[in-house]
Nanobody, 119 residues
Framework: QVQLVESGGGLVQAGGSLRLSCAAS????????MSWYRQAPGKERELVAG???????DYADSVKGRFAISRDNAKATVYLQMNSLKPEDTAVYYC?????????????WGQGTLVTVSS
């Protein structure tokens, strides 16, 4: 079955960096778009970044210029490099797969990985 396992979260000071990873299995990774979402305490889940099967990327305005999404099809893994982190980036981060960039996730959410940015 489809599995998406997020990792790489942690506690970091404002201005710092983290790289999140999402290891995928159970489907042909290269055929799907992949996205990162986040959910902060008391807020709705929001789309952070996405990458198409062909490598086209898209970002939420709040993270443009600071975050970079990438994928390694050989490793079936999608990454989120997060630089210049701000306290408002604190959230649980989830990855998802979609048929096309910008469309709804196909699967239930995984456990996510917690990112905490201290001021």
């Amino acid at each position: 079955q489809v599995q998406l396992v997020e990792s790489g979260g942690g506690l970091v000071q404002a201005g710092g960096s983290l790289r999140l990873s999402c290891a995928a299995s159970g489907f042909t990774f290269s055929l799907f778009a992949m996205s990162w979402y986040r959910q902060a305490p008391g807020k709705e889940r929001e789309l952070v970044a996405g990458i198409s099967s062909g490598g086209r990327t898209d970002y939420a305005d709040s993270v443009k210029g600071r975050f970079a999404i990438s994928r390694d099809n050989a490793k079936a893994t999608v990454y989120l490099q997060m630089n210049s982190l701000k306290p408002e980036d604190t959230a649980v981060y989830y990855c998802s797969r979609t048929l096309i960039l910008g469309t709804s996730p196909l699967d239930a959410w995984g456990q996510g990985t917690l990112v905490t940015v201290s001021s």
